[in-house]
């Protein structure tokens, strides 16, 4: 049986978040048998620990964080964690004097460097079992689709698909060891697009990002040297590494993804961890939880009501409770016609779509029965108490909650109440009236 490793000597290393921009400073400490990855922020009070781990994330927004709360968590841990994991580090405990590990390129490479100057000790006791899985288990979100398979070994096909004249799709399949995680994916850096930049920093992201540790894609130019011709569905891989190794085991098996991204991969790690153990998802900390039900898929919503591309604004529906309460699902792709005129320098979802995707859900609710959906359309009779609380950007997952107030036979009111990452972005009531479809 393989036994649990630690690094042999003490290492640091410095320099500047990408997303927050604070100058820090790590320092990577051996650390005993069963101790698991812990971050220790120097920074606060009582210096508080956070064990890195599926059930501590608490935000997966152009990066993942985990942490206790937003005031005491880390940011953009997942290139430091790839890399942890790739070497077999079990146990380490990594000291840091602000809230997001340095950026270095945009890479891994760092991480890689500082892991072989530390030198790799191993100890006593035996790794946890190998997670493995016996049958595929499949996770799907709109586009995104993230599958695992039984493997002996560690493989990962990846596929990422943009509408970009200089960035289409790009699809790599690649074995995952330590010699070939430092040759094709340790070196792949962070990109985005430059007309994301604006938006990224009005989220109070990208603070520290420059055109010497990112990738910047433009409408005409590439404004970096690239490493790789594809070295955008490598960087993807590495996140995709970091992600899932927040499940704290080793894995054996071969995962397809395609269009993926954080929160996505943090939530098919959840799945993984499910179908490993028998045992219920972690609970994610976020302050809104998506419920379960009957899920609606997109044919249906067709089905259900009038609405097509361009103004369909909903990928699925949770029926969480018939007639009275349920979820919209809506990814918001950079690509969305809307965002060419609002604004082109700084895309937004404008607020009288959010609340028409709430309708939307709303409508998918109230003809949800059979009897209705063949027979009945929703009208909307009034709106109110309309409330905006943060923007909705390229990039986000809406997640509209429907709950209905009060009903009568054709007429009734209903609550709605969008988030993104578990945060209120906007709410309103509608007041509603069944129609006979026409002839």
Known sequence: MEKQKTILNEVSHSGIG??????VTIKLKPAQDNTGIVFIRTDLPDNPRINANISNVISTIRGTTVGLDENTSIHTIEHLLATLAVYGIDNLYIEINSNEPPIGDGSAQHFVNLIKKAGISELSSEKKPVLKITVPVVYKNGDVLIMATPSDKFHINCTIVYNHPLLKSQFLSIDITPEIFEKEIAPARTYCFDHEIEALKSKGLAKGGTLENAIVVGAKKIHTQLRFEDEFVRHKILDLIGDTSLL????????TAIKCGHKNNTEFAKKIYAEATGQKEPIDKSSWQI???????????????????????LDKVIIVNETKKAVGIKSVSADEPFFQGHFPEKPIMPGVLIVEALAQT???????????????????????????????LPGDTLYLEIEVIKAKQTTGVVKGCAYVDGKLTAEAEFTFVLVDKPD
């Not at 990408?18 to 100058?23: A, Q």
């Not at 704290?248 to 995962?255: A, D, H, T």
């Not at 009957?294 to 103004?311: C, D, L, Q």
């Open 291 to 313: 419920p379960e039900g009957r899920i609606v898929e997109i044919n249906e919503i067709k089905a259900t009501i009038p609405h097509r591309y361009p103004f369909l604004f």
């Open 248 to 255: 704290g085991s080793s894995l054996k098996m071969e995962i």
């Open 362 to 392: 709303s409508c998918v609710l109230l003809l949800s029965k059979v009897e209705l959906k063949s027979k009945k359309l929703a009208y909307f009779m009034s709106i109110n108490n309309v409330k905006f609380r943060r923007p909705v």
């Open 18 to 23: 990408l997303h927050k921009g604070n100058n």
